[in-house]
């Protein structure tokens, strides 16, 4: 599985991006099942992490902010808890990756650098493993080689020193915020997972921009996807050296990502544990889907219906014939693949802090939604209660969610609220 950060599907170009950021990702998924419509259940990382390694949502597991985290790995709820992961470890796979000791209590037990990513799969060639890949190269900063930057710039595109300034900051700090907000890093306030030394591009630094979004967009589409094709760059190597070892076929690799990420739609960079202002919005939560394993999957099948990132490990025991009754809320996808679209849910629910990981202790909002193929609800609300403003946007007319339908009478609201408003009263009597 390789979970790429903050990773954009319409920036792929295998979902129809004209640039060329992403030639190996096009390879997999014309050799695989691509998911045209598969939906995070959050807009920062802690969250759709859990929610892809257990099959379970938001509203289960809790895990949904830095304030839970904080006390999960010594959780006996947890650290006891029989997951999918522990499930395949049972079954004799080795359970591994890259950063995953963050999550050590899903079933991981150490870290492999991604410098010996490509010695891991050689060394462990005639072994089963479920092996989780984490690269940031599309999170912030957007620093990418100065000629990736360079070719993705549209011709004639000039800066002029307000916006070079701009992304500048854009180059160099994981936190971009504008004026007026203050993260946790900013206040001093302690944070549950420290920050990781190891990795000098993405250490907890903060800028300030306010940015022009039509003078510095060409700018930092351009950063971004330079970032993009260092992501296939990575991807092209591991699946050269799986097929060296001749294990390629006899593996199923699935590329995801835990959220998206604005692209100054909303006149912001980065999601919200970096820009402070989280949204649920597509550009948000929309994430890219491929798996290929040419045994058990069809070549070059696209998958229109919408998914949710708690069906990825429920399609995981499926292709693998392995049982997993009662661990998993979501549902495999195989019958999607196989045509059969009329028997999966039409729902798909999110919900984030606008400030994610850094929220500060004071900061109570939530914003929660539920999504169709055709309508979204969004509800922007408070802990302490109080605030409670709807959002309804038609997604087939305004899929830039730009016009605000909401009204109390209006047939999709009528049919969205009941089923948002239970998954709020299920999310607030779970606990971690």
Not at 124 to 133: Q, T
Request: aromatic share 8%.
């Amino acid at each position: 599985m390789i979970l790429e950060d903050a990773l954009r599907p319409d920036h792929l170009g295998c979902y129809g991006y004209e640039k060329n950021t992403s030639p190996n990702i096009d390879r997999i998924a014309r050799e695989g099942v691509m998911f045209r419509n598969c939906i995070a259940v959050a807009s920062h990382t802690l969250p759709p992490i859990v929610s892809i390694l257990t099959g379970l949502s938001t509203a289960s597991h809790r895990l949904v902010d830095a304030r839970a985290y904080a006390g999960w790995a010594q959780s006996p709820q947890w650290r006891d808890r029989r997951t999918p992961l522990k499930v395949l470890a049972q079954k004799g796979y080795r359970i591994d990756g890259e950063l995953v000791m963050r999550w050590a209590p899903l079933g991981f037990t150490c870290d492999t650098p991604a410098d010996r990513i490509q010695s891991y799969l050689e060394e462990r060639r005639g072994d089963r493993w479920f092996f989780l890949a984490q690269p940031y190269p599309t999170h912030l900063p957007y620093n990418p080689p100065d000629e990736y930057f360079e070719a993705f710039l549209d011709p004639g595109y000039r800066m002029d020193e307000d916006t070079r300034e701009r992304i500048e900051v854009v180059r160099r700090h994981l936190i971009v915020h504008p004026t007026g907000v203050t993260s946790k890093l900013e206040a001093g306030e302690a944070e549950a997972l420290p920050d990781d030394a190891s990795d000098s591009a993405h250490k907890r630094t903060v800028g300030v921009a306010d940015f022009d979004a039509d003078r510095d967009r060409p700018a930092v589409d351009a950063l971004y996807d330079g970032e993009v094709r260092v992501f296939d760059d990575l991807v092209g190597g591991w699946i050269a050296r799986l097929e060296e070892l001749k294990l390629l076929d006899d593996t199923l690799v699935i590329i995801v990502a835990d959220h998206g990420e604005e692209l100054l739609e909303r006149g912001h960079v980065g999601h919200c544990s970096c820009n402070l202002m989280g949204t649920l919005y597509d550009e948000s939560i929309r994430v890219p889907l491929i798996l290929r394993c040419p045994r058990i999957l069809p070549k070059g099948k696209v998958v229109e219906n919408q998914v949710s990132q708690i069906d990825i490990m429920p399609t995981i025991f499926d292709l693998l014939g392995i049982e997993q009754p009662g661990l998993m809320e979501g549902a495999s996808v195989r019958p999607l693949i196989e045509g059969q679209s009329d028997c999966f849910r039409e729902e798909a629910f999110s919900e984030t802090p606008p400030a994610g990981w850094q929220a500060l202790r004071s900061d109570d909002r939530e914003i929660w939604s539920v999504r169709t193929s055709s309508w979204k609800l969004i509800l922007n609300t408070r802990r302490s209660g109080g605030a409670h403003r709807y959002e309804l946007y038609d997604l087939v007319s305004d899929p830039g969610e730009l016009d605000n339908l909401y009204r109390e009478n209006h047939p999709a609201a009528v049919r969205l609220e009941p089923l948002l408003e239970a998954f709020i009263r299920r999310a607030r009597r779970s606990t971690v």
